[in-house]
């Protein structure tokens, strides 16, 4: 069984900026994807391609929470046109796009598998976060601390979960999204 994300995400209060995303259905989630695809390019744009050093996304939330429906809808909408797979016997699928901005690394990680943090170490994925690539990263509890801050984490629950009372959606998800450095934080302005 995974570990709690509370273990090893940033606290909540070091965010530079949350915002919460309301997900009643699964367009909902396909929307927001599209949104944050369309988030990501323009960050890119901003900063130049060049000078992007990346941006790590951390999702976290139980089975079924909407992780890898997130994931696809990004892809998608920055022109993916093939298969998305859940990455979660390969554990990392890797995406070459071609998005307004230029060429952009994509790469999808499911730890979901990781028995322990040392796994990620042995697995030799840290040179995919060296290379100004997206990486999307599902279950990173299961690394430890060892992927280090993230630009953005993205947790996904069910309406309640985190809630005050009277506060839910009834269905659907929610996502709270929080940025962790300059450039997660202009890119979720951009959401």
């Not at 941006?55 to 429906?69: E, F, M, N, P, S």
């Not at 696809?72 to 993916?80: D, F, Q």
């Not at 071609?98 to 790469?107: F, I, K």
Request: charged share 25%; aromatic share 8%; with cysteine.
């Amino acid at each position: 069984m995974p570990e709690s994300p509370d273990r090893i995400t940033p606290d909540s209060s070091a965010a530079l900026l949350e915002r919460r995303f309301d997900l009643r259905d699964e367009a909902a989630t396909l929307a927001f994807g599209a949104r944050f695809a369309q988030a990501i390019d323009a960050t890119r744009q901003l900063i130049s391609p060049e000078r992007f050093a990346g941006l790590q996304v951390q999702l976290i939330g139980d089975l079924g929470a909407g992780k890898t429906t997130l994931v696809r809808a990004t892809l998608r909408a920055l022109g993916h046109e093939g298969r998305v797979k859940s990455p979660t016997y390969t554990l990392v699928e890797p995406y070459s796009l071609a998005t307004r901005s230029g060429p952009l690394d994509v790469y999808h990680f499911d730890l979901y598998r990781f028995a322990d943090p040392a796994e990620w170490a042995d697995a030799g994925f840290r040179e995919y976060f060296d290379r100004g690539a997206v990486c999307l990263v599902e279950w990173p509890q299961q690394a430890g601390g060892l992927l280090g801050v993230p630009d953005l984490v993205f947790q996904l629950s069910l309406p309640g979960e985190h809630d005050a009372p009277g506060d839910s959606n009834e269905e659907g998800r929610v996502l709270t999204a929080r940025a962790f450095s300059e450039t997660g934080k202009t890119c979720l302005e951009r959401c």
